[in-house]
């Protein structure tokens, strides 16, 4: 079993940034993939960001590439994910989620693979 917990939402101005990070527990946390999704109101949850360690990548849905960074530190068992330029479309509830094993770069977006999931953390955006 993992246990997944995250911090570090909050209300941010369009423009702004926000670190969220996940903290991994459990006797399997080292033997994970890990990823970060967000849902907002009356919407599906959505892949974010994911990594995995087979080539140690990552890889980014597109309407967040080159303004969100996924990295983790192993030592810590954390999750981090940096939000730069932040827009009002990324308000949403953000998730941190673990897949048991390793992702490939075909799945790590593939929402049914993620068996563990943390309580989430809002992200607010202002305009």
């Known amino acids: 079993q993992v246990q997944l917990v995250e911090s570090g939402g909050g209300l941010v101005q369009a423009g702004g940034s926000l670190r969220l990070s996940c903290v991994a527990s459990?006797?399997?946390?080292?033997?994970?993939?890990m990823a970060w999704f967000r849902q907002s109101p009356g919407k599906e949850r959505d892949f974010v960001a994911g990594?995995?360690?087979?080539?140690?990548?990552?890889f980014y849905s597109d309407s967040v590439k080159g303004r969100f960074t996924i990295s983790k530190d192993n030592a810590k068992s954390t999750l981090y994910l940096q939000m730069d330029n932040l827009t009002p479309d990324d308000t949403a509830m953000y998730y941190c989620?673990?897949?048991?094993?390793?992702?490939?770069?075909?799945?790590?977006?593939?929402?049914?693979?993620?068996?563990?999931w943390g309580q989430g953390t809002q992200v607010t955006v202002s305009s």
């Open positions: 989620a673990a897949a048991p094993g390793a992702v490939t770069s075909q799945s790590v977006g593939v929402r049914r693979l993620y068996n563990y």
């Open positions: 459990g006797r399997t946390r080292n033997n994970i993939s």
């Open positions: 990594h995995t360690r087979l080539r140690d990548t990552s």
